[in-house]
Protein backbone atom coordinates (compact mmCIF):
# COMPACT_ATOMS: atom_id res chain seq x y z
CA UNK A 1 0.00 0.00 0.00
CA UNK A 2 1.44 3.39 -0.77
CA UNK A 3 2.61 5.57 1.98
CA UNK A 4 -0.32 7.88 1.57
CA UNK A 5 -2.82 5.75 1.50
CA UNK A 6 -1.72 4.29 4.82
CA UNK A 7 -2.01 7.60 6.33
CA UNK A 8 -5.47 6.98 6.07
CA UNK A 9 -5.77 3.56 6.82
CA UNK A 10 -3.60 4.05 9.96
CA UNK A 11 -5.30 4.14 13.61
CA UNK A 12 -6.42 8.12 14.13
CA UNK A 13 -6.52 9.78 17.34
CA UNK A 14 -9.59 11.14 16.72
CA UNK A 15 -12.72 9.41 15.95
CA UNK A 16 -13.46 6.97 13.62
CA UNK A 17 -16.24 8.81 10.80
CA UNK A 18 -17.20 5.75 9.66
CA UNK A 19 -17.82 3.65 12.69
CA UNK A 20 -20.45 5.23 15.17
CA UNK A 21 -20.55 2.34 17.11
CA UNK A 22 -19.94 2.49 21.10
CA UNK A 23 -15.45 2.49 21.52
CA UNK A 24 -14.22 -0.32 23.91
CA UNK A 25 -10.69 0.31 25.50
CA UNK A 26 -9.69 2.22 28.75
CA UNK A 27 -11.87 4.69 30.48
CA UNK A 28 -9.92 7.21 29.32
CA UNK A 29 -10.00 6.75 25.40
CA UNK A 30 -13.82 6.36 25.64
CA UNK A 31 -14.39 9.16 27.59
CA UNK A 32 -11.61 10.87 25.02
CA UNK A 33 -14.26 10.08 22.02
CA UNK A 34 -17.30 10.11 23.57
CA UNK A 35 -16.60 13.88 24.39
CA UNK A 36 -14.92 14.57 20.87
CA UNK A 37 -17.79 13.60 19.26
CA UNK A 38 -20.22 15.13 21.63
CA UNK A 39 -18.48 18.19 20.90
CA UNK A 40 -18.39 17.93 16.98
CA UNK A 41 -21.90 16.91 17.32
CA UNK A 42 -22.96 20.49 18.53
CA UNK A 43 -24.82 18.23 21.35
CA UNK A 44 -22.23 19.96 24.10
CA UNK A 45 -22.08 23.72 22.81
CA UNK A 46 -20.01 26.01 23.57
CA UNK A 47 -18.52 27.12 26.92
CA UNK A 48 -20.25 24.54 28.32
CA UNK A 49 -17.63 23.79 31.69
CA UNK A 50 -16.99 19.97 31.79
CA UNK A 51 -15.83 19.71 36.14
CA UNK A 52 -14.07 16.97 36.88
CA UNK A 53 -15.59 16.29 39.54
CA UNK A 54 -19.43 14.96 37.81
CA UNK A 55 -16.81 13.51 34.62
CA UNK A 56 -15.22 11.29 37.46
CA UNK A 57 -18.26 10.27 38.86
CA UNK A 58 -20.01 9.54 34.89
CA UNK A 59 -17.08 7.66 34.29
CA UNK A 60 -16.20 6.02 37.52
CA UNK A 61 -12.76 7.21 37.34
CA UNK A 62 -9.83 8.65 39.19
CA UNK A 63 -9.63 12.85 38.65
CA UNK A 64 -5.95 12.63 37.13
CA UNK A 65 -7.52 10.24 34.34
CA UNK A 66 -10.36 13.08 33.63
CA UNK A 67 -7.15 15.60 33.58
CA UNK A 68 -5.86 13.55 30.86
CA UNK A 69 -8.17 13.69 28.86
CA UNK A 70 -9.22 17.42 29.13
CA UNK A 71 -5.69 17.96 28.32
CA UNK A 72 -5.87 15.83 25.16
CA UNK A 73 -9.22 17.60 24.19
CA UNK A 74 -7.85 21.24 24.63
CA UNK A 75 -4.43 20.31 22.56
CA UNK A 76 -6.78 19.07 19.94
CA UNK A 77 -8.82 22.63 20.13
CA UNK A 78 -11.71 21.66 21.28
CA UNK A 79 -11.76 22.43 24.87
CA UNK A 80 -10.00 25.70 26.91
CA UNK A 81 -8.48 25.37 29.74
CA UNK A 82 -9.01 28.49 31.93
CA UNK A 83 -6.41 28.92 35.14
CA UNK A 84 -9.07 28.80 38.49
CA UNK A 85 -11.85 28.29 36.19
CA UNK A 86 -12.08 25.20 34.82
CA UNK A 87 -12.06 23.27 31.58
CA UNK A 88 -14.79 24.86 29.12
CA UNK A 89 -15.81 23.52 25.47
CA UNK A 90 -13.75 25.86 22.92
CA UNK A 91 -15.51 29.20 21.88
CA UNK A 92 -13.65 30.82 19.54
CA UNK A 93 -13.84 34.58 19.31
CA UNK A 94 -14.95 36.54 15.63
CA UNK A 95 -11.50 37.41 15.32
CA UNK A 96 -10.08 34.34 15.62
CA UNK A 97 -12.79 32.36 13.86
CA UNK A 98 -11.21 34.72 10.92
CA UNK A 99 -7.78 33.89 11.43
CA UNK A 100 -8.34 30.77 11.51
CA UNK A 101 -10.26 30.19 8.19
CA UNK A 102 -7.49 32.59 6.51
CA UNK A 103 -5.05 30.25 7.54
CA UNK A 104 -6.98 27.41 6.70
CA UNK A 105 -6.93 28.63 3.27
CA UNK A 106 -3.48 29.21 2.56
CA UNK A 107 -2.69 25.58 4.21
CA UNK A 108 -5.36 23.73 2.11
CA UNK A 109 -4.24 25.63 -0.84
CA UNK A 110 -1.07 24.06 -0.35
CA UNK A 111 -2.43 20.70 0.06
CA UNK A 112 -4.34 20.70 -2.90
CA UNK A 113 -1.35 21.23 -5.28
CA UNK A 114 0.57 18.66 -3.39
CA UNK A 115 -1.91 15.87 -3.96
CA UNK A 116 -2.78 17.26 -7.56
CA UNK A 117 0.90 16.76 -8.66
CA UNK A 118 1.11 13.16 -7.34
CA UNK A 119 1.76 10.01 -9.71
CA UNK A 120 -2.03 7.95 -10.16
CA UNK A 121 -3.99 10.66 -7.89
CA UNK A 122 -6.94 8.55 -8.30
CA UNK A 123 -5.70 5.73 -6.44
CA UNK A 124 -4.33 8.60 -4.11
CA UNK A 125 -7.24 10.04 -3.38
CA UNK A 126 -9.74 6.61 -3.37
CA UNK A 127 -10.43 6.61 0.43
CA UNK A 128 -11.31 10.21 0.82
CA UNK A 129 -14.01 9.98 -2.31
CA UNK A 130 -15.35 6.45 0.10
CA UNK A 131 -15.14 9.28 3.11
CA UNK A 132 -17.50 11.52 0.86
CA UNK A 133 -19.94 8.61 -0.35
CA UNK A 134 -20.15 8.08 3.34
CA UNK A 135 -21.08 11.30 4.30
CA UNK A 136 -23.74 11.45 1.39
CA UNK A 137 -25.38 8.32 2.91
CA UNK A 138 -25.92 9.92 6.48
CA UNK A 139 -26.85 12.88 4.63
CA UNK A 140 -29.73 10.66 2.81
CA UNK A 141 -30.27 8.17 6.50
CA UNK A 142 -30.72 11.62 8.56
CA UNK A 143 -28.22 11.00 10.71
CA UNK A 144 -27.16 14.45 11.40
CA UNK A 145 -24.29 13.89 14.06
CA UNK A 146 -22.36 11.38 11.73
CA UNK A 147 -22.87 14.02 8.98
CA UNK A 148 -21.46 16.84 10.50
CA UNK A 149 -18.40 14.44 11.62
CA UNK A 150 -17.64 13.08 8.37
CA UNK A 151 -17.94 16.83 6.55
CA UNK A 152 -15.08 18.16 9.12
CA UNK A 153 -13.15 15.18 8.96
CA UNK A 154 -12.84 15.34 4.85
CA UNK A 155 -9.87 18.57 5.38
CA UNK A 156 -8.17 16.33 8.00
CA UNK A 157 -8.20 13.43 5.60
CA UNK A 158 -6.68 15.65 2.65
CA UNK A 159 -4.06 17.01 4.84
CA UNK A 160 -3.22 13.24 5.93
CA UNK A 161 -2.32 12.63 2.28
CA UNK A 162 0.19 15.43 1.91
CA UNK A 163 2.69 12.67 4.58
CA UNK A 164 3.02 15.25 6.33
CA UNK A 165 2.42 14.54 10.45
CA UNK A 166 2.85 18.52 11.23
CA UNK A 167 0.48 19.95 8.87
CA UNK A 168 -1.93 17.38 9.74
CA UNK A 169 -2.09 18.15 13.57
CA UNK A 170 -2.46 21.88 12.45
CA UNK A 171 -5.24 20.96 10.25
CA UNK A 172 -7.29 18.94 12.90
CA UNK A 173 -7.06 21.95 15.61
CA UNK A 174 -8.21 24.05 12.97
CA UNK A 175 -10.89 21.97 11.42
CA UNK A 176 -11.89 21.21 14.95
CA UNK A 177 -12.63 24.91 16.42
CA UNK A 178 -13.87 26.49 13.06
CA UNK A 179 -16.79 23.30 13.19
CA UNK A 180 -17.56 24.61 16.84
CA UNK A 181 -18.16 27.97 15.18
CA UNK A 182 -20.81 26.95 12.21
CA UNK A 183 -24.04 27.35 13.15
CA UNK A 184 -25.67 23.90 14.23
CA UNK A 185 -28.87 24.94 13.83
CA UNK A 186 -28.76 25.40 9.58
CA UNK A 187 -31.07 23.31 7.55
CA UNK A 188 -28.91 19.83 6.17
CA UNK A 189 -29.27 20.69 2.37
CA UNK A 190 -28.15 24.14 2.59
CA UNK A 191 -24.82 23.39 4.77
CA UNK A 192 -22.05 24.83 2.82
CA UNK A 193 -19.61 22.32 3.95
CA UNK A 194 -21.09 19.71 1.70
CA UNK A 195 -20.83 16.62 0.05
CA UNK A 196 -21.59 17.81 -2.83
CA UNK A 197 -18.70 20.68 -2.44
CA UNK A 198 -16.48 18.21 -1.11
CA UNK A 199 -17.22 15.76 -4.29
CA UNK A 200 -16.21 18.98 -6.89
CA UNK A 201 -13.07 19.41 -5.41
CA UNK A 202 -11.82 15.38 -5.51
CA UNK A 203 -13.17 15.59 -9.52
CA UNK A 204 -10.44 18.71 -9.81
CA UNK A 205 -7.74 16.88 -7.67
CA UNK A 206 -8.45 13.67 -10.11
CA UNK A 207 -7.98 15.70 -13.72
CA UNK A 208 -4.61 16.92 -12.15
CA UNK A 209 -6.15 20.62 -12.52
CA UNK A 210 -4.86 22.15 -9.13
CA UNK A 211 -6.14 26.08 -9.48
CA UNK A 212 -9.68 24.26 -10.25
CA UNK A 213 -9.66 22.41 -6.61
CA UNK A 214 -8.04 25.63 -5.22
CA UNK A 215 -10.83 27.61 -6.77
CA UNK A 216 -13.46 25.42 -5.77
CA UNK A 217 -12.27 25.01 -1.85
CA UNK A 218 -11.56 28.53 -1.52
CA UNK A 219 -15.17 28.94 -2.39
CA UNK A 220 -16.27 26.35 0.18
CA UNK A 221 -14.42 27.85 2.82
CA UNK A 222 -15.83 30.96 2.56
CA UNK A 223 -19.40 29.73 2.35
CA UNK A 224 -18.48 28.07 5.95
CA UNK A 225 -16.73 31.42 7.11
CA UNK A 226 -19.71 33.00 6.33
CA UNK A 227 -21.69 30.72 8.12
CA UNK A 228 -20.18 31.36 11.46
CA UNK A 229 -22.53 32.45 14.62
CA UNK A 230 -22.14 33.30 18.10
CA UNK A 231 -23.29 30.57 20.27
CA UNK A 232 -25.17 31.13 23.67
CA UNK A 233 -23.09 29.96 26.50
CA UNK A 234 -24.74 26.41 27.32
CA UNK A 235 -25.90 24.48 30.51
CA UNK A 236 -25.91 21.12 30.34
CA UNK A 237 -26.44 18.32 32.79
CA UNK A 238 -23.36 16.18 31.45
CA UNK A 239 -24.71 12.46 32.58
CA UNK A 240 -27.06 13.19 30.09
CA UNK A 241 -24.81 13.37 27.41
CA UNK A 242 -22.11 11.63 27.83
CA UNK A 243 -21.43 7.96 29.80
CA UNK A 244 -24.38 6.11 28.38
CA UNK A 245 -22.57 3.00 27.81
CA UNK A 246 -21.17 3.12 31.06
Not at 17 to 34: I, L
Not at 59 to 79: E, I, S
Request: charged share 25%; proline share 6%.
Amino acid sequence: MPKNLKLIAAADPTPSAVDAKPRKGSVEERMYHEIYDAIMEHRLPPRTKLTEHSLCEIYATARHTVRKVLARLAADGMVDLEPNRGAFIASPSTDEAHDMFELRQMLERAVLEKIAAMPDVRSVIAPVRQMVAHERQAFLGNERPRWIRLSAEFHTALAQLSGNALLVTMMRRLVSRTTLMIASVEAPGNNACSFDEHEAILDALEQGNAALAQSRMAHHLGACADRVQPDEPGHFDLRSVLGRDA
